[in-house]
């Protein structure tokens, strides 16, 4: 026979009691705070999905960590993994009547069933904002910003993460130099996502079969673009590589869309936590230019952990699904590495859940017009509690000390008489009986200022 405790949440999944969850929403706030303020519109998405959404739009990673199954009506489905593939799908089928640029953004749990590791479950939450309609620069570097505004708005800083800026197509033009184009530029691309977690022997067996015996010298290049931090080293770079004269231009071009780029970075104050490097390629299929991941930095400056945060542009998603062409460009931020971060930097609030006020009433007759006050109360927007069963005087101011609440009411049978309520000051201690036609407007004054220390020689309660 199974026991109820036997029930644990799945591996990958969280439970949130109070506590967390109200962290969790403090996170969310923070986000949905930052990503309005950069004029993003709030959508929402289905949880459940067609799994061919994913199969032909997400990365191979990701479609092999689905959570996917037959329904009922024998549709093969999946849980969203991610947002991206449905946020195309909804601009694409209105793509003619949108006002461009569309800003959107989202906060919604995804679901990926990864091997458990830190950082890292098959659970998570993650705000996307994306802008659609928009090719040039602007757009990446708006959300960019965007990106770092929803890291700052915790209160961190350049000391705790950084953006490491990179470029598709820098690489597809740096393959091409070197005879790599289509699929084989596509493999390399993805033994280069997973470079930096592979051991030097295990690159090269992958690279082998792609290079042959130039597989170390293209190693060595490789490495050398990925420790470039500036554009003139960029541009040194490529000025090295012998390039037809058609390919030429096309590099300088892109490296005049860097330039560009980077000035707009720099209007917007974020060169600072800014780092050229084109270590990062992303996993995913669908990305095409600019692509970006944020990291946090260990107290020696070194970058740590799994991604806070990965995006870039991906303008062809839409039209590959079937609509017209629109270009876009967006990224994700998961709450699991923030949260951990957040909590290593001290900078997660510990959340006080508690009532405002808590009613302490005499017998049924008090506890009708305590009711009827704490309804009225309520619908101001107070939070309001009170014992849900009979207790005794001395009971009740415990459980209302405990509560957390600021303010006990009390509804004697002397008070309820005159028409009165008391207030007590559960830090203090401090009371005040109050004409209960008044209680609405003396709570707004009691909780901006506390109850007054001293009631005025001969001071009728009334007159609050
Ligand atoms: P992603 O890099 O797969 O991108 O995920 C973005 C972020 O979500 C990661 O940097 C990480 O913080 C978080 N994340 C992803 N998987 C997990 C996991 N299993 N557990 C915990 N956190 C996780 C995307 O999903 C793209 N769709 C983002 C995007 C939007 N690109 C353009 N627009």
Request: net charge negative.
């Given at each position: 026979?199974?026991?109820?405790a036997?029930?644990?949440?799945?591996p990958?999944f969280?439970?949130?009691?109070?506590?967390?969850?109200?962290?969790?929403?403090?996170?969310?706030?923070?986000?949905?705070?930052?990503?309005?303020?950069?004029?993003?519109?709030?959508?929402d998405?289905?949880t459940?999905?067609?799994?061919?959404?994913?199969?032909?739009k997400?990365?191979?990673?990701i479609?092999?960590?689905?959570?996917?199954?037959?329904?009922?009506?024998?549709?093969?489905?999946?849980?969203?993994?991610?947002?991206?593939?449905?946020?195309?799908?909804?601009?694409?089928?209105?793509?003619?009547?949108?006002?461009?640029?569309?800003?959107?953004?989202?906060?919604?749990?995804?679901?990926?069933?990864?091997?458990?590791?830190?950082?890292?479950?098959?659970?998570?939450?993650?705000?996307?904002?994306d802008?659609?309609?928009?090719?040039?620069?602007?757009?990446?570097a708006?959300?960019?910003?965007?990106?770092?505004g929803?890291?700052?708005?915790?209160?961190?800083?350049?000391?705790d993460f950084v953006?490491?800026?990179?470029?598709?197509?820098?690489?597809?033009?740096?393959?091409?130099?070197?005879?790599?184009?289509?699929?084989?530029?596509?493999?390399?691309l993805?033994?280069?996502?997973?470079?930096?977690?592979?051991?030097?022997?295990?690159?090269?067996?992958?690279?082998?079969?792609?290079?042959?015996?130039?597989?170390?010298?293209?190693l060595?290049?490789?490495?050398?673009?990925?420790?470039?931090?500036?554009?003139?080293?960029?541009?040194?770079?490529?000025?090295?590589?012998?390039?037809?004269?058609?390919?030429?231009?096309?590099?300088?071009?892109?490296?005049g869309?860097?330039?560009?780029?980077?000035?707009?970075?720099?209007?917007?104050?974020?060169?600072?936590?800014l780092?050229?490097?084109?270590?990062?390629?992303?996993?995913?299929?669908?990305?095409?230019?600019?692509v970006?991941?944020?990291?946090?930095?260990?107290?020696?400056?070194?970058?740590?952990?799994?991604?806070?945060?990965?995006?870039?542009?991906?303008?062809?998603?839409?039209?590959?699904?079937g609509?017209?062409?629109?270009?876009?460009?967006?990224?994700?931020?998961?709450?699991?590495?923030?949260?951990?971060?957040?909590?290593?930097?001290?900078?997660?609030?510990?959340?006080?859940?508690?009532?405002?006020?808590?009613?302490?009433?005499?017998?049924?007759?008090?506890?009708?017009?305590?009711?009827?006050?704490?309804?009225?109360?309520?619908?101001?927007?107070?939070?309001?509690?009170?014992p849900?069963?009979?207790?005794?005087?001395?009971?009740?101011?415990?459980?209302a000390?405990?509560?957390?609440?600021?303010?006990?009411?009390?509804?004697?049978?002397?008070?309820?008489?005159?028409?009165?309520?008391?207030?007590?000051?559960?830090?203090?201690?401090?009371?005040?009986?109050?004409?209960?036609?008044?209680?609405?407007d003396?709570?707004?004054?009691?909780?901006?200022?506390?109850?007054?220390?001293?009631?005025?020689?001969?001071?009728?309660?009334?007159?609050?």
């Amino acid at each position: 026979m199974l026991h109820f405790a036997m029930f644990q949440p799945l591996p990958g999944f969280r439970d949130f009691f109070p506590e967390r969850c109200a962290k969790r929403n403090h996170i969310f706030r923070l986000w949905t705070q930052t990503a309005r303020s950069f004029n993003f519109q709030q959508y929402d998405i289905p949880t459940l999905e067609p799994l061919e959404l994913f199969t032909q739009k997400s990365g191979e990673e990701i479609v092999g960590q689905l959570f996917n199954f037959t329904d009922k009506g024998g549709r093969e489905v999946a849980l969203r993994p991610e947002l991206t593939p449905s946020l195309a799908r909804m601009i694409g089928s209105q793509a003619n009547s949108l006002k461009r640029p569309v800003k959107w953004f989202n906060i919604a749990e995804n679901f990926r069933y990864e091997k458990q590791q830190k950082g890292r479950l098959r659970s998570h939450y993650q705000l996307n904002c994306d802008v659609f309609g928009e090719p040039g620069v602007g757009a990446d570097a708006e959300v960019i910003a965007t990106a770092v505004g929803c890291l700052q708005v915790f209160g961190l800083s350049g000391a705790d993460f950084v953006v490491r800026l990179s470029d598709r197509n820098l690489w597809l033009h740096f393959l091409e130099s070197q005879g790599k184009t289509g699929d084989d530029a596509m493999a390399v691309l993805g033994v280069v996502d997973k470079m930096e977690r592979l051991p030097r022997e295990a690159v090269i067996e992958k690279l082998e079969p792609l290079f042959g015996n130039k597989a170390e010298s293209f190693l060595q290049q490789a490495q050398s673009l990925i420790a470039i931090r500036s554009l003139d080293e960029l541009k040194q770079f490529f000025e090295g590589l012998e390039l037809a004269t058609e390919l030429k231009q096309t590099v300088d071009e892109r490296l005049g869309q860097w330039s560009s780029l980077l000035d707009w970075l720099e209007g917007l104050g974020v060169t600072d936590v800014l780092r050229i490097d084109l270590g990062i390629v992303r996993g995913l299929a669908y990305y095409t230019g600019f692509v970006f991941e944020v990291f946090e930095k260990g107290d020696d400056g070194q970058l740590t952990g799994r991604a806070l945060c990965g995006g870039g542009r991906y303008d062809h998603l839409v039209k590959k699904l079937g609509y017209p062409d629109m270009p876009a460009v967006g990224f994700g931020m998961g709450d699991v590495t923030l949260t951990d971060l957040l909590e290593s930097k001290g900078l997660l609030p510990d959340f006080i859940i508690a009532p405002e006020i808590y009613l302490v009433v005499g017998g049924d007759h008090e506890r009708k017009i305590a009711l009827h006050d704490a309804q009225r109360l309520r619908a101001l927007g107070y939070s309001v509690e009170y014992p849900l069963k009979n207790q005794s005087f001395g009971k009740q101011f415990k459980l209302a000390g405990q509560s957390g609440a600021r303010f006990a009411l009390i509804y004697g049978e002397e008070e309820v008489k005159q028409h009165q309520v008391k207030v007590r000051d559960l830090q203090t201690g401090q009371e005040m009986p109050i004409m209960s036609v008044y209680l609405v407007d003396a709570l707004g004054q009691f909780f901006a200022e506390g109850i007054p220390a001293h009631e005025p020689e001969g001071a009728d309660p009334s007159k609050l």
